[in-house]
């Protein structure tokens, strides 16, 4: 596709602080920071240490802060980025598997890609915010596609699709929904799809495209994606901001036949008692203040999203825990509120996929975050022997 339209001036606040609000993650490919994982990290492949990745970060935040051109912005970076040696190709060190390659790091192309999916991204999360604070008003939301010979023709069937602002087509299909799509959507309520003579799309009209399995060859991971939605843009990126990035625990198997598949599933009373320590520590101090949750800021600056999610399973069930789970939580979040040592660490799964985990280690123990879980070690857990250390108590933040 043709580069994206160009960018409003005078970006509303909720743009502003929803690119604002997002910690850092290093990352050699793309395909390691994953959908919702964006919403909550800057990153750019191969920008591998955290001053280079500020820089960049820096540069994006004013870029949106002040409606700077794409040119503006490529002007301003590009002299940064080159006496760092950070442009061009060169040699660099897979941390998957230790194989030396050859990449390629800036280039007029690479900036004008982190310019765009990131403005463009931030503004249709901030986008997000106000519709769900106007959707009493606004109970629908309106697909509209720029309908030229540069739009995908899947994109410009679902033009005119209107669905309520709750309804899960949304979590697949609010844009953007691949790179430079240009998409946007139009709050609307009753009155005005009655005077413009439009009509709620029935479940069974919404457009559908043919569905196809994409394996994330960084990962392993295979993910079901209907035409027209790019790989790694099936996702909400409003919605992702909180709830949607807080990985189901892995806490082994657990009695799951029978409990109801609901995407939105609550935190019973009872379910809530068996966490209350753990949200107690984050200031969530009821069953109600933990469904809305918070995003906490760890000691380094990295945002973690604390919510129900955090306990919810694939199937939206909340995860039953065992007594000594239950009393455990309380160390698991002291750890990740201060802990001794965070790093980056590489691990391998039983099934042989590898996993990037950010890892809080103290004198309690050790929790593991990754993209698809998260996980609480007891006290003899492993050390950071072959991983990046990022923040320590002794010394801080480590670059």
């Not at 008003?137 to 697909?143: E, K």
Request: aromatic content about 10%; glycine content about 8%; hydrophobic content about 40%.
């Amino acid at each position: 596709m043709a580069d994206a339209e160009p960018l409003p001036i005078g970006p509303p606040a909720d743009a502003v602080a929803a690119l604002a609000a997002k910690g850092y993650e290093i990352a050699f490919d793309w395909r390691e920071v994953w959908q919702e994982e964006n919403a909550k990290a800057f990153t750019v492949a191969k920008a591998m240490s955290r001053d280079l990745l500020e820089d960049i970060r820096a540069a994006v935040q004013k870029a949106l802060d002040e409606g700077l051109t794409l040119k503006q912005f490529q002007d301003e970076l590009r002299p940064r980025l080159q006496a760092r040696g950070w442009w061009g190709r060169a040699m660099m060190t897979d941390p998957a598997d230790g194989v030396a390659k050859v990449v390629r790091l800036g280039s007029p192309a690479r900036l004008r890609t982190i310019y765009q999916t990131n403005l463009r991204v931030s503004y249709m999360a901030g986008r997000w915010k106000r519709i769900e604070r106007t959707k009493r008003a606004f109970p629908y939301l309106r697909y509209i596609a720029v309908k030229d010979a540069r739009t995908r023709p899947e994109h410009a069937s679902w033009d005119g699709t209107i669905l309520p602002v709750d309804h899960p087509w949304w979590d697949t299909h609010y844009p953007p929904n691949g790179w430079n799509c240009r998409c946007d959507v139009q709050p609307v309520n009753e009155r005005m799809i009655a005077r413009r003579g439009w009509a709620v799309t029935p479940d069974g009209e919404i457009p559908r495209r043919p569905i196809r399995d994409y394996v994330n060859k960084r990962t392993g991971e295979v993910t079901r994606l209907e035409e027209g939605l790019d790989a790694g843009w099936s996702y909400n990126v409003g919605k992702a901001a909180l709830d949607g990035l807080t990985p189901a625990p892995r806490l082994g198997p657990g009695p799951e036949d029978g409990i109801t598949s609901e995407l939105n599933a609550q935190l019973s009373e009872g379910d809530y008692e068996a966490v209350r320590a753990f949200f107690a520590a984050f200031d969530l101090n009821s069953r109600a203040e933990a469904l809305k949750g918070r995003v906490f800021r760890d000691v380094a600056g990295w945002p973690l999203a604390i919510s129900a999610g955090l306990f919810r399973l694939s199937n939206g069930a909340i995860a039953p825990l065992t007594s000594a789970q239950s009393r455990e939580l309380a160390d698991a979040a002291a750890t990740i509120i201060d802990p001794d040592r965070i790093g980056w660490l590489w691990i391998t799964g039983r099934d042989g996929r590898k996993w990037l985990v950010r890892r809080y280690q103290g004198a309690r123990g050790s929790v593991d975050f990754a993209r698809d879980f998260w996980r609480w070690m007891g006290p003899r857990s492993g050390a950071f022997a072959r991983g990046r250390l990022v923040w320590t108590r002794e010394e801080g933040a480590l670059r």
